[in-house]
């Protein structure tokens, strides 16, 4: 299968390409993979280091807003999946522009190339923050969408759209939407590699509000495994939900980072909450294990354990990132 991945040099992208061309999902998983990624402040090369040499993989620095770009990219791949995204919360709330037009405009464009080339199916990656925050239980797919920052409206903008396609031109597209991924190679700005590279470097770690929020941590390791079922698997016009089975509050979460981390409670610094920060996310996964066999195989103290020695022994990877990160839970 030929693939054209976007945002292949990012966190979740980039384990995935890695995974692919290592042979994690089988070994004819891919016979050529062209990864196309804009490398803004959070997209690296070094992400696809241990695959840098493969003969299957080309990198093309570019956007997905590049109607001409992706034009030229688009003949001849069997499938697309869909990364690239604008992903930081609080930069949405800071200013929403490169959030509309990256996730809804770069979206449409690659949807009208797929659709014009004829790929054969379209691999559209979502999350869980397009639903908004839910007191009790957790969203089915058939959830209404309900987002309450810019970023995760942006994203809603995106699904609807990518699942329009299907209806209007019968375009083979298929929706994910994951809860929050944590793992090696993420840029620290979000929650656990910002605490953890903190903590490592001996400074305070910001706690939000009364640390009540509610977040189900999914290691990005299982959200890749979810994505490629869905892409062999899945059904056309579905949406798939990609989650891990533990909740924690971010007051849990902070104790337990604090503790891998060695470090102690006078670390913590409580700050002001986020404007318009969603209470709780909750996936139902019934779904995606029922028709797919998904099943998340990665414990949150083995990945946790696991994430925080990665940082420590990968100092020459985050340190020089550091510059200008802020909070952000996801």
């Known amino acids: 299968m030929r693939l054209l991945v976007t945002g292949g040099a990012g966190f979740i992208g980039s384990q995935y390409v890695r995974t692919l061309l290592s042979g994690g999902y089988g070994a004819e998983a891919a016979s050529a993979v062209t990864v196309l990624d804009a490398l803004t402040y959070s997209g690296n090369r070094a992400n696809l280091a241990p695959v840098v040499a493969d003969p299957r993989l080309t990198f093309v620095h570019g956007d997905i807003t590049n109607a001409v770009l992706v034009d030229d990219l688009m003949p001849g791949q069997d499938a697309v999946v869909h990364f690239a995204a604008e992903s930081h919360v609080d930069r949405s709330i800071l200013g929403a522009a490169p959030f509309v037009t990256t996730n809804v405009l770069g979206t449409q464009v690659l949807l009208d190339a797929a659709l014009r080339h004829g790929v054969g199916r379209f691999l559209h990656v979502s999350t869980d923050e397009v639903y908004g925050s ?47 991924n944590y793992g090696p190679y993420q840029f620290p700005e979000k929650v656990i590699p910002l605490f953890v590279t903190n903590l490592l470097a001996g400074l305070k770690v910001p706690l939000y509000g009364d640390g009540g929020n509610i977040r189900d941590w999914l290691h990005v390791a299982d959200h890749c495994t979810g994505i490629q079922l869905a892409l062999t698997k899945g059904r056309a016009g579905e949406v798939y939900h990609i989650g891990g089975g533990t909740e924690l509050t971010n007051l849990e979460l902070t104790q337990r980072l604090v503790e891998a981390c060695g470090a102690t409670w006078e670390a913590v610094e409580r700050v002001p909450d986020r404007k318009g920060h969603d209470r709780r996310y909750s996936l139902d996964i019934t779904k995606i294990s029922r028709e797919l066999g998904y099943v998340p195989s990665v414990d949150l103290d083995r990945g946790l354990a696991e994430t925080v020695a990665w940082y420590r022994e990968n100092r020459s990877w985050w340190e020089p990132l550091r510059a200008g990160v802020a909070l952000a839970e996801g």
């Not at 759209?161 to 083979?172: E, F, N």
Request: aromatic share 8%; proline share 6%; charged share 15%.
């Open 134 to 180: 839910i007191e009790s239980g957790s969203w089915t797919e058939e959830w209404p969408l309900a987002p309450n920052s810019p970023y995760s409206a942006a994203k809603a903008g995106s699904d609807l759209i990518a699942l329009a396609y299907h209806r209007t031109h019968a375009l083979d597209v298929v929706v994910t939407r994951c809860s929050n």
